[in-house]
């Protein structure tokens, strides 16, 4: 697994290309900084995989929740110094407070919802550290803690990283695929992993706020960017039209085949791109059964990603699978099993023939 940030880097190049003096510095600063944290990341899933995962006790209700100051400091410097331990007082600085009460309610969603304990499903601790590095764009997993910038670089607003439910919901979403199907972060396995993180970023938002399907923005980081730049990060409902450049496919017909190396334009394969092809089948999915997403088609996607796919889950896979799994949770030709065939027939993804669960003609590239 590499670095899963909530900047596109398409985005960020962007602006290092074309941006102001100092939106372009900070943009570069963000590629490079997040360049080094990926092989940290890429380290930590190796030492995993080499020693089986070391599976901590069950501690149902006990994850503690922890927040950090770096105060400025990068990598060396995490997680920092404690400012803020479980069930202290809030902090007089508002984005420990945020860190602290959005980790929170992302773990109430998936105990209450889902029944699963933190993201490991075992009550692992959360770690948040906040304001790392200086004016830095971006928030991410680790593959052992949540890590925030304080913006205000040039393409969030200063703050917004933190504020995000759906953002925070969305990388410590990444942990939960991390400790299950374990998406191959390149090309289209990486895009479902960028994909199941929106999903579960919006379900958490949706749910406290009570908004339902038909309410909902679908965006993800909603007023999180300058807004010069655009609205949001991704559109679930109108892939490609969040902000000035978005260049998130809607369907396969604009599907983009990009290589998978080393070069940011690229993505690791698009993996921030086509996730917008799921994204979509999901929310088109949710839109026709109306209501709660996250009683609807919610539970359905869960499934899918805690116990059908293998890591080289391609979108066809993800199709089948969630068909599968609809038509066992509401019965064949239920509203809810025709809704999710319909969502993937929106974006002209065929299902594989089968459940999905079955794939044995792709090699599992290591991780890179
Ligand atoms: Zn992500």
């Given at each position: 697994m590499v670095?899963?940030?909530?900047?596109?880097?398409?985005?960020?190049?962007?602006?290092?290309?074309?941006?102001?003096?100092?939106?372009?510095?900070?943009?570069?600063?963000?590629?490079?900084?997040?360049?080094?944290?990926?092989?940290?990341?890429?380290?930590?899933?190796?030492?995993?995989?080499?020693?089986?995962?070391?599976?901590?006790?069950?501690?149902?209700?006990?994850?503690?929740?922890?927040?950090?100051?770096?105060?400025?400091?990068e990598e060396s410097a995490l997680p920092g110094r404690q400012v803020r331990g479980d069930g202290d007082p809030p902090s007089a600085d508002a984005a420990v407070n945020e860190a602290y009460d959005h980790a929170a309610a992302t773990v109430a969603f998936y105990r209450e919802v889902h029944a699963r304990e933190s993201i490991d499903g075992r009550g692992?601790?959360?770690?948040?550290?906040?304001?790392?590095?200086?004016?830095?764009?971006?928030?991410?997993?680790?593959?052992?803690?949540?890590?925030?910038?304080?913006?205000?670089?040039?393409?969030?607003?200063a703050g917004a990283l933190t504020r995000s439910l759906d953002v925070i919901a969305h990388e410590l979403t990444h942990g939960v695929t991390q400790y299950?199907?374990?998406?191959?972060?390149?090309?289209?396995?990486?895009?479902?992993?960028?994909?199941?993180?929106?999903?579960f970023g919006i379900l958490v938002k949706q749910r406290?706020?009570?908004?339902?399907?038909?309410?909902?923005d679908w965006l993800i980081g909603a007023g999180a960017l300058e807004p010069s730049l655009g609205t949001a990060l991704r559109s679930m409902l109108a892939p490609g039209t969040a902000y000035s450049g978005d260049d998130q496919p809607a369907d396969m017909?604009?599907?983009?085949?990009?290589?998978?190396?080393?070069?940011?334009?690229?993505?690791?394969?698009?993996?921030?791109?086509?996730?917008?092809?799921?994204?979509?089948?999901?929310?088109?999915?949710?839109?026709?059964?109306?209501?709660?997403a996250w009683e609807t088609v919610g539970p359905v996607w869960y499934t899918v990603l805690t116990e059908r796919l293998r890591a080289n889950a391609q979108f066809a896979d993800a199709a089948a699978a969630t068909i599968a799994v609809a038509a066992e949770r509401y019965g064949d030709g239920s509203r809810e099993h025709d809704a999710v065939r319909g969502g993937w027939d929106a974006v002209k993804v065929a299902p594989t023939p089968g459940d999905g669960a079955q794939r044995s003609s792709t090699r599992r590239p290591d991780p890179r």
């Open positions: 670095l899963c940030a909530i900047a596109p880097p398409s985005l960020l190049l962007r602006l290092a290309d074309a941006g102001s003096r100092s939106a372009r510095e900070a943009a570069l600063e963000t590629i490079r900084v997040s360049e080094r944290l990926r092989g940290r990341r890429i380290a930590v899933a190796r030492a995993l995989r080499e020693q089986g995962v070391a599976v901590p006790p069950d501690r149902p209700g006990v994850t503690a929740n922890t927040v950090f100051d770096v105060e400025g400091g692992l601790d959360l770690v948040s550290s906040v304001h790392f590095g200086q004016r830095y764009d971006n928030a991410f997993w680790t593959g052992e803690q949540m890590v925030y910038g304080d913006g205000g670089g040039g393409t969030f607003v299950t199907a374990n998406l191959v972060y390149e090309a289209q396995s990486g895009a479902l992993n960028e994909s199941f993180s929106d999903v406290a706020g009570g908004i339902d399907a038909a309410s909902s017909d604009s599907y983009r085949d990009l290589p998978v190396d080393d070069d940011p334009r690229n993505d690791s394969g698009g993996v921030h791109i086509n996730s917008g092809i799921p994204n979509r089948a999901f929310a088109e999915a949710a839109r026709t059964l109306g209501g709660n």
